[in-house]
C-alpha cells in the first residue's frame, strides 16, 4: 500500500508542494534524528525530504513512535537533526545555537501543546502577553490590546481576567492558540492539539486553524484523529521515521 521516500527528492505529492522548489516556507533536507539508549541507537527520522510552501495548511499522521511529533520537533527547533538541514523561513535552524534558536522561534513560530502548557500562576491574559514580554515585541502599552483581541478572536473574553484552572480543557486550548499568535509568526505548529479534547472541542479548535490557514498562515497539525487530518489541505503520513506515500495506482489523497 505504501512505499518510502528516501534520499531523494519525492514527487510533488509525496512530501514537496506544487509550487514550492527552493522558495518553500519550510525545507527539510535528508533530516537523520538519531536517539541513543542502552539498547543502541534508535532512529526517530530516517533521512526525510520535506518542502512546505507559505500558507498551507498540512497535517502530519502517523502511529505512535512513527517520528510525526520528532518531525515537528525538527521544524519548530526544539529538536535538532543529527544529520540533515532544517530550512524555515530562510533561516538554517539546525545551525543556531540554543539561544538563538529560542529568539527565532519566538519571532517565527507559534507552538501548541497537546496539554496547554499554560502557566497557572498567570491570568489568561498574562498567558499571552507572554511571548511578547519574552521577545519584547509590541509596545508595553499595546501588548495587552493585543492579547484581548486575540482572547476575544478565540471566543473567550470573559475570561481573561480568569486563571487556567477556572477554564474547560476546550478553553484553554484556546487561550494556548491565542499565546501562540501573540507574536504574529509566519508559523504555527501543533502537536495533537485536539488530543485531549472532546468532539466538540476538537471540531471548534480545527475550525479555528482553518480560519487562520484562511488569513494566510502555515498550519502544522500532528494528529492521530484520520477525520481531522482528511480535512486539512495537504496530509503528510510518516511511518517508521520515513515520509510515506501510496503506490502507483493507489489514490493519493492530500500526501
Not at 90 to 106: D, K, M, N, P, Y
Not at 188 to 196: M, R, Y
Request: charged share 20%; aromatic share 4%; with cysteine.
Amino acid at each position: 500500500m505504501f512505499r518510502r521516500i528516501r534520499g531523494r527528492k519525492s514527487e510533488t505529492h509525496a512530501g514537496e508542494c506544487a509550487q514550492c522548489g527552493d522558495a518553500a516556507l519550510i525545507n527539510l533536507r535528508q533530516v537523520v534524528k538519531r536517539f541513543n539508549s542502552e539498547a543502541g541507537p534508535f532512529f526517530a527520522l530516517k533521512g526525510v525530504d520535506l518542502s512546505i510552501g507559505a500558507g498551507e495548511f498540512v497535517a502530519i499522521v502517523g502511529k505512535s513512535g512513527s517520528g510525526k511529533s520528532t518531525l515537528m520537533n525538527m521544524i519548530t527547533g526544539i529538536d535538532r537533526p543529527t544529520t540533515g538541514e532544517v530550512m524555515v523561513a530562510g533561516t538554517a535552524v539546525h545551525r543556531l545555537s540554543e539561544r538563538q534558536i529560542a529568539i527565532w522561534r519566538g519571532h517565527t513560530v507559534g507552538v501548541i501543546f497537546q496539554f496547554f502548557q499554560l502557566l497557572p500562576a498567570l491570568t489568561v491574559i498574562e498567558n499571552v502577553m507572554l511571548p511578547m514580554d519574552l521577545c519584547n515585541l509590541y509596545r508595553p502599552r499595546e501588548r495587552k490590546v493585543r492579547a484581548l483581541q486575540l482572547i476575544e478572536q478565540m471566543g473567550i473574553a470573559e475570561h481573561g481576567a480568569k486563571l487556567p484552572a477556572a477554564l474547560s480543557g476546550g478553553q484553554q486550548q484556546r487561550v494556548a492558540i491565542a499565546r501562540a499568535l501573540a507574536n504574529d509568526p509566519a508559523i504555527v505548529a501543533a502537536d495533537e492539539p485536539t488530543g485531549n479534547l472532546d468532539s466538540k472541542n476538537a471540531e471548534a479548535v480545527f475550525q479555528l486553524f482553518e480560519s487562520l490557514a484562511a488569513q494566510g498562515k502555515t498550519i502544522l497539525m500532528v494528529t492521530h484523529d484520520p477525520e481531522l487530518a482528511k480535512r486539512a489541505r495537504r496530509t503528510v503520513s510518516v511511518a517508521d521515521g520515513a515520509i510515506v506515500v501510496p503506490d502507483e495506482g493507489q489514490e493519493a489523497g492530500h500526501a
